[in-house]
């Protein structure tokens, strides 16, 4: 099992910043990738960025050059940090983890972008 725990989301204007955290813990060691969807109100989930154990990264066209997903293996620890927000990245933004086995989700943390 792997326990996720998203911090970091709040409201903020367009063209600020936003950092994301995803703190993992249990049997961390099976984990392969992490990743950040979103959902915004009435559609569906979507990938925001993803990480590979490796270090390998992968972006949403929607939010390439504007958002950077980075990993701290020692805090086991993903981060997101989000610029020159638009209100079109509003939504509620889940933490994945990725094991052989399984998939894992975290709570969600609300992201309020204003124009």
């Known amino acids: 099992q792997v326990q996720l725990v998203e911090s970091g989301g709040g409201l903020v204007q367009a063209g600020g910043s936003l950092r994301l955290s995803c703190a993992a813990s249990?049997?961390?060691?099976?984990?392969?990738?992490m990743g950040w969807y979103r959902q915004a109100p009435g559609k569906q989930r979507e990938l925001v960025a993803s990480?590979?154990?490796?270090?390998?990264?992968n972006y949403a066209d929607s939010v390439k050059g504007r958002f950077t997903i980075s990993r701290d293996n020692a805090k086991n620890t993903v981060y997101l940090q989000m610029n020159s927000l638009k209100p079109e990245d509003t939504g509620v933004y889940y933490c994945?983890?990725?094991?052989?086995?399984?998939?894992?989700w975290g709570q969600g943390t609300q992201v309020t972008v204003s124009s």
């Open positions: 994945k983890a990725d094991t052989t086995y399984s998939k894992y």
């Open positions: 249990g049997s961390i060691f099976n984990i392969n990738a």
């Open positions: 990480i590979t154990t490796g270090g390998r990264s």
